[in-house]
């Protein structure tokens, strides 16, 4: 038995997702992404994630994952600030073969509770940001890193600079001219970008 979910954010890095997962990459039609999750880290800190809604006149490209079923409660715990929306494989389109996906391919998306923009005192962590865009660069290289900036809203949220002591529990550790490419894309797209306090 498994399970198959819709990844558009930092479970598109396959250095967070379990390593008997399969991930294919493809396109989200009638979705597009948003920083709107906000809530409180263990370590007090504020923070800002991505979210969904979906939107008839958008796309967005990521993941659909396959997954052991014995894998869910690890899931559902990780993406605890969220609720499933289930069947949204007729929505998916596989990069390779162009099909859609299965009918029990469900995403996550902002539960009431925490489903608003982000602040200065609720930012997107700079290393959940790297994260996020280091997958789309491993799968599409700079045109995805560009493609998910594009098709991403809220970028009035600032950024906290934590890359050299993440608070993201699930950062990663990058190659300098990886972190160059996102610095500069960053840069292109105007981002706004907080000092640590």
Known sequence: MTITYFGYGSLVNLDT??????????????????????????????????????????????????????????????????????????????????????????VFVAAPDHYRWGTETHPILQSYLDCVLAGFYRFWGEEGVAHFLDTTEGWHVPVLKDRRNPAYPRAVALPEQVLSVLDEATARHGLTFLDMP
């Open 17 to 106: 997702i379990p390593a008997d997962a399969v991930a294919t990459p493809g396109t989200l039609k009638g979705w597009v992404r948003e920083w709107r999750v906000c809530g409180m880290g263990p370590d007090g800190q504020g923070r800002c994630a991505l979210s969904v809604r979906e939107d008839p006149g958008n796309e967005i490209r990521g993941v659909m994952v396959r997954e052991p079923r014995s894998g869910l409660k690890e899931l559902e715990k990780r993406e605890k600030r969220y609720r499933k929306v289930e069947e949204v494989g007729g929505s998916f389109r596989c990069d390779a073969e162009k099909k859609n996906g299965p009918e029990d391919l469900f």
